[in-house]
């Protein structure tokens, strides 16, 4: 199991927790989704699980640390602002108090394909996962995470399907994405799901 291993080239500028005016809002719903077992931490194999992000005012994104799953509240001090990428070349620079999540590519990926879309929720659930398996949007099951291909997978899934709001990851067991023009609407496939 590899889950919560950083995949791309990561430049790690270490500085001061992202002051966005979204960060509260991120804080709330990043928290709620722990509340909800969605984003957390796997003991069996000590790895944490899920993450989020928004889109910030200066169009660079702020997202969760990496291995923060494991926290039941997450701090400013425990998100980083990625300032800069290349899915071609599989490298991200981020500039905060923690490393990026290894999933950035894929948020990167999702920004950059829509940019109505300005906030992007990862979760873990496998009874969930199987049951929207390849009824909604689905990545091939040999893609694996963090990785360019799965972010050109992304590219892919979106011009097959443009009105999609989320989707399912086939070779990353439990891995559902949902994305909005803000964290209420990213949240929504998983609230009406977890009710």
Not at 68 to 83: D, N, Q, R, S, W
Not at 162 to 171: F, T
Request: with cysteine; charged share 20%; glycine share 8%.
């Amino acid at each position: 199991m590899d889950d919560g291993v950083i995949k791309f080239n990561l430049e790690w500028q270490e500085g001061e927790a992202p002051t966005s005016k979204g960060l509260s809002d991120l804080i709330y719903w990043r928290d709620r989704m722990y509340d909800l077992g969605l984003i957390g931490h796997d003991d069996t194999h000590d790895v944490g699980y899920g993450n989020i992000s928004i889109m910030s005012e200066n169009a660079q994104f702020i997202i969760s640390g990496t291995q923060t799953g494991h926290i039941p509240k997450l701090t400013a001090e425990y998100y980083t602002e990625v300032i800069d990428y290349s899915i071609a070349e599989n490298s991200l620079t981020c500039r905060g108090p923690v490393k990026a999540s290894s999933e950035s590519l894929t948020h990167a990926a999702i920004y950059e394909v829509d940019t109505e879309i300005r906030a992007v929720i990862h979760i873990h659930h496998d009874q969930q996962w199987e049951a929207w398996l390849d009824h909604i949007p689905t990545t091939h099951i040999d893609v694996p995470y963090g990785t360019p291909e799965m972010a050109y997978e992304i590219l892919r899934l979106f011009k097959e399907n443009q009105s999609m709001n989320v989707l399912a990851m086939a070779g990353h067991q439990g891995g559902l994405i949902a994305f909005g023009k803000n964290l209420e609407e990213a949240a929504q496939p998983f609230l009406r799901a977890f009710k």
